[in-house]
């Protein structure tokens, strides 16, 4: 054979490895012929490259009727429809399909193309199944579930989709990995059997919280798993935790079952309605479907679905009518008995011992498997294992809710603890006795009006007075104890009503931002959405107990008006504070009867915090202040009681922020420094304690940015910069973890202050360098979301900036072309949010600056009109509110300079 | 979901087209104008999004009307054999356009070097701008790529006119050729290997 010939072969080898996915090493592939690998790697260096080129020539092109033309990717690496994703390996086989990982190639980021195996039919059962997957699960928005970014099919036909990628561990090789480390510690003498709870158990449990909550956000989006198990829970860095793998999935009716919900879905109508309408309507699995099931032929009829272990009784007989949320839960009950012991319940080698293993819950208990899982919470485990639904936990939300007891040391429902426990705790917690009467809720009247019938009837059929009294003690007990569980159903339906209008508002803010001329579709949608979330306000107005769960949902209503901004009829930000001032008001008035309890402490100070967030944009500044000090001083009282407990100092560190931040902008950085300087000294504590969590080094980067500030108004501009430059590569360490956008952000904002340092420097042409860099983070965010405000906000922000150090380095003209570009965007802002004087007085500023460029230019028509629409604007805002801020003063003494050069 | 490539011109229906012209049916020759129109919509847009400052004084239409201009003098003359043919005729005249107009009006010494913006004016080669070109790099690039590619071998460039013009698959390519896939490849790959060592690797910019 030539060489040629040979070279030829090489690189046909070379193209059928690539087109299956792998990356073939030229090394190994020359092999035979190591006098050829040059030549090889030659035509493979060039053969990417023009791929590459031709790849991102196809990207933006588009057919006459708009939709995109696709790339067949059969003879390249790149398996995308969309030809811009690099296969870099595979990653994971599966049976339904095969994981790659690769690179996306426009926003340079890592992604997983999850692929379908080779099929034949176009409507095969795995076809169906894969996708349904994608289809459920692109239709789910949680952080706990991996988002799909893109669909489509490869060379071949065969349907992928593209998601997120994911690095980590499963549930199920942290669970070997910690009880392994457990048990090699005892051995050596490292770790003590009593630390088991701290060691092994806390840890996973508050992972296992997190998976149930998202399970619980897909129940109540209508869809079942059906395939709960460690190994499709996925535990990534930072916290993050995911429930993956939906190829099982199902969807069941929405089925709000309460008044108080379906009352909220009325008003959401034009909302809801539009969800249900892409609901899919519930699906059974087809006659092909069953054949590929694992257990079809060992069962003989129907179709089982799920992994044998952490499978329900209900679907190990194929009963899909019973197949629902509780089959979920107890999947989640047998993830949980992993979780403690390390083993799965079912542990068997026949099938057929199995199916009878499972529907007859014959499995040893877990604290026989492993002495020491807690009583309490084997309970927990097992009532989620219950062989019958109905004696399940009748929601996730229920059994997150006793697992979360269980982690507080508080009592949990499954268990029954000892009757002189229970005794004391009565006394020491019951209240519900003295304070709920007949009034309150509808649900609960109605249970306390037949209850106290019964009762009555029971004492009149007493035939002593003792037995009269011991019954009545008895039964005041057991309906205080039904009172309590009426009102946690009540609450949880306001809870779910509550967070389904959370996701309906969200969804409709969000996708709709980035429609063009959708803009007045989405205000009236969100107009209704708002008149839903006032029904569901005032039914918290009837509510006469005070109790945290009111506060807590004051609070979350008044964040959702914040998120949902002003609209045409709707004053969201006075609705905002008003739900927030009766959530500190209620908790105020509770912490009078228990002034020590820290939860409630909490729960106020946040309010206070957030009625502080809510003034700032209303311009009532001196109000702001007064609630952040307030907030504050809740936050240093529970310091001081409990000053090792990092959510304590992380609070107070917030506290002393946000004190700081209103004293900066009056321009009160002498009084802002302390206040900075405890707020860093805690974050820095915090990251002392746990160095791994990025949160916790964000706050600090932040706080020491915000010190940075103090710096430089203190003209200490070398301290300042060597801060700020201390911050930049903070934030380009925590680029590296997913979900980087904030830390993106924040490196602009810090590139940002840099510069501004710089400037006063008189270092403007290092200052236009690094404004330069801020822009190129900031231009790639408006492009990515050229709706979004933040990013036409941030990016108005360094506009101006550059234009300002344009100025000083001696170049107007390119002044003038920055505030150009920058003032459509701030006229845009102001306009979309009147009420928001930060933005008023930002145009009002680039209005000054363009007004003295013209000036300077001797143009002075363009330059009156400028001033003109400045003037207007501040005077609007001083008729409505006083101008406090040192910017505001420092831009109408401007004006007023501007005003007499014009000569008028 | 993102759609599968299907071309809008059906194959058989251009192959009908052919037949019938060849018989002398003249109105087989609008019909193929017209069907080549939406593939020579498609090919422009994607030629002139490379030229980025052809893009800035040329709208679309014009690059299409001069190209099916010159594919309507091509056919006056002679009758594509194939679809294929007709198909490597349209990615000619289009390469052919593009280079030309590049030629003429790009670069600091082109014509639209320096010249006042004329409103209004939407001729064919009417519209100049004030700017020089942004990219001259990029420009230079392209312009040699394609006459790169008017100067390949005929067997190459045939892959390169239906896989790089016309965006065809490599599966589709061999179909309309008439050969092997395998023999597609081996031929794609010789292309991207030729071009990229005469024009000396990919310049920085042109990937951006």
């Given amino acids: 054979m030539t060489d040629e010939s040979l070279l030829q072969s090489l690189m046909d080898e070379w193209d059928t490895q690539r087109r299956a996915g792998n990356l073939p090493d030229p090394e190994h592939l020359c092999a035979r012929a190591p006098h050829l690998l040059s030549a090889v790697r030659d035509r493979i260096s060039a053969i990417v490259e023009m791929e590459r080129l031709f790849q991102k020539q196809e990207q933006t092109i588009s057919r006459d009727d708009g939709s995109f033309v696709t790339f067949h990717a059969k003879d390249s690496p790149l398996v995308s429809t969309e030809a811009r994703y690099r296969v870099i390996r595979s990653y994971a086989q599966g049976g339904l399909g095969e994981v790659l990982l690769a690179e996306d190639e426009v926003l340079r980021r890592p992604v997983a193309l999850k692929r379908m195996k080779a099929d034949t039919g176009k409507r095969s059962a795995r076809r169906q199944r894969f996708l349904r997957e994608a289809m459920i699960t692109g239709q789910l928005d949680h952080p706990g579930i991996v988002s799909i970014l893109n669909t489509g099919e490869d060379a071949s036909g065969q349907p992928l989709y593209v998601m997120k990628f994911i690095e980590g561990e499963t549930l199920a090789e942290a669970v070997r990995r910690a009880h392994e480390s457990f048990a090699e510690g005892t051995r050596r003498g490292s770790v003590r059997s009593q630390d088991f709870v701290k060691v092994v158990l806390r840890p996973l449990l508050g992972r296992f919280l997190t998976i149930c909550n998202t399970v619980a956000y897909a129940h109540g989006q209508g869809v079942v798993h059906r395939d709960l198990k460690p190994a499709n829970m996925m535990l990534a860095d930072f916290g993050a935790t995911y429930v993956v793998d939906w190829g099982l999935a199902k969807r069941v009716s929405l089925g709000v079952k309460s008044a108080l919900a379906a009352d909220a879905n009325r008003h959401v109508e034009g909302t809801l309605s539009s969800v249900a309408e892409t609901l899919v309507p519930d699906e059974e699995l087809t006659e092909d479907e069953q054949n590929i099931s694992p257990m079809t032929s060992l069962t003989g009829t129907g179709a089982v679905i799920g992994t044998p272990a952490y499978m329900s009784p209900e679907q190990a007989r194929g009963e899909k009518a019973l197949t629902g949320k509780a089959s979920d839960i107890y999947s989640l009950g047998a993830t949980l008995y992993f979780l403690v012991t390390a083993q799965p319940p079912i542990t068997v080698d026949s099938s057929m011992t199995w199916i009878d293993a499972v529907t007859s819950g014959r499995y040893p208990m877990p604290r026989e498997r492993q002495s020491l899982v807690p009583a309490s919470l084997e309970s927990i485990c097992l009532k989620a294992m219950a062989l019958k639904p109905d004696d399940r936990y009748a929601s996730v939300l229920e059994l997150a809710a006793d697992l979360e007891r269980w982690l507080n040391d508080d009592p949990v429902s499954a268990f029954q603890e000892p009757w002189m426990a229970r005794v004391a705790r009565l006394s020491r917690r019951h209240r519900a006795w003295t304070q709920a009467g007949l009034a309150g809720l509808a649900v609960v009247s109605i249970v306390s009006i037949f209850f106290l019938w019964q009762l009555q009837a029971k004492v009149e059929r007493a035939e002593s007075a003792e037995l009269a009294a011991t019954i009545l003690a008895g039964e005041k007990s057991k309906l205080a104890e039904k009172e309590q569980s009426a009102r946690k159903t009540a609450d949880e339906q306001a809870s779910l009503a509550l967070a389904t209008l959370r996701s309906v508002i969200f969804r409709i803010a969000r996708n709709l931002e980035n429609v063009e001329g959708a803009a007045e579709v989405r205000t009236q949608l969100l107009t209704t959405a708002v008149q839903g979330l006032n029904k569901v306000a005032k039914t918290l107005e009837t509510r006469i107990e005070a109790d945290r769960a009111l506060i807590a949902a004051h609070n979350d209503i008044g964040k959702i008006y914040m998120f949902v901004g002003n609209l045409e009829k709707v004053n969201s930000s006075e609705q905002a504070l008003h739900h927030f001032q009766q959530a500190r008001q209620i908790g105020e008035q509770m912490l009078k009867e228990t002034p020590n309890d820290s939860s409630l402490q909490r729960d106020v100070s946040v309010s206070l915090e957030l009625m502080g967030d809510i003034l700032i944009p209303m311009g009532r500044l001196d109000e702001a202040d007064k609630a952040y000090a307030q907030s504050l001083a809740i936050s240093e009282q529970r310091l001081k009681q409990t000053p090792d407990d990092i959510k304590c100092m992380q609070d107070a560190g917030f506290g002393y922020e946000k004190v700081a931040d209103g004293l900066l902008t009056r321009g009160e950085t002498a009084k802002a420094r302390p206040y900075l300087e405890r707020c860093v000294g805690l974050y820095q504590k915090i990251v002392d304690l746990d160095p791994k969590n990025a949160s916790y080094r964000r706050d600090l980067i932040v706080g020491q940015s915000k010190f940075g500030n103090v710096l430089r108004n203190e003209e200490r501009y070398d301290e300042a910069a060597a801060l700020f430059r201390g911050c930049i590569d903070g934030c380009k360490a925590l680029e590296n973890i997913p979900d980087s956008g904030a830390q993106l952000r924040d490196r602009a904002v810090n590139l940002n202050k840099l510069g501004s340092v710089l400037l006063l420097q008189n270092n403007s042409a290092e200052a236009l360098r690094v404004f330069g860099e801020s822009l190129e983070i900031s231009r790639a965010a408006f492009q990515a979301d050229p709706r979004s405000v933040t990013s036409r906000h941030d990016l108005s922000i360094v506009l101006k900036r550059m234009a300002d150090a344009s100025v000083a380095g001696g170049d107007p003209e390119k002044a003038r072309v920055l505030l150009t570009e920058c003032l459509p965007i701030r006229r845009e802002l102001a306009t979309e949010d009147a009420a928001n004087q930060a933005l008023q007085v930002e145009l009002a500023g680039v209005l000054a600056d363009l007004c003295s460029l013209e000036l300077d230019s001797n143009q002075s028509d363009k330059a009156a009109e400028y001033l003109k629409e400045a003037e207007a604007l501040l005077k609007g805002l001083s008729e409505k509110q006083r101008l406090e801020g040192a910017e505001e003063k420092t831009l109408l003494n401007r004006l007023s300079e501007l005003r007499t050069k014009l000569g008028g | ?208």
Avoid at chain 2, 83 to 89: G, K, N, Q, S
Avoid at chain 2, 119 to 139: C, E, I, K, Y
């Fill in chain 2, 1 to 208: 979901m993102v759609v599968h490539l299907s071309e809008t011109a059906n194959t058989q229906e251009i192959n009908q087209c052919l037949i019938r012209l060849r018989r002398g049916d003249d109105t087989a020759r609008e019909q193929l104008l017209q069907m080549a129109r939406s593939r020579l919509l498609k090919m422009a847009r994607r030629m002139l999004k490379d030229f980025s400052s052809v893009r800035s004084w040329e709208e679309t239409d014009d690059v299409l009307q001069n190209a099916l201009l010159r594919l309507c003098r091509t056919l006056d003359h002679v009758v594509p054999e194939s679809t294929a043919a007709l198909m490597r005729l349209a990615a000619r005249d289009i390469r052919c356009a593009l280079i030309d107009m590049a030629r003429h009006y790009g670069g600091p010494q082109g014509a639209a070097g320096n010249h006042e913006v004329r409103g209004g004016h939407s001729s064919v080669f009417g519209r100049v701008v004030a700017d020089q070109t942004q990219d001259p790099v990029q420009l230079t690039y392209w312009t040699e790529f394609h006459e790169l590619v008017n100067r390949l071998p005929d067997e190459l460039q045939a892959v390169a006119d239906l896989i790089w013009y016309h965006g065809l698959t490599q599966a589709d390519a061999a179909a309309t050729l008439g050969i092997s896939e395998r023999t597609v490849q081996r031929h794609w790959r010789e292309v991207c290997f030729q071009l990229y060592s005469a024009l000396g690797g990919i310049p920085p910019g042109v990937l951006e």
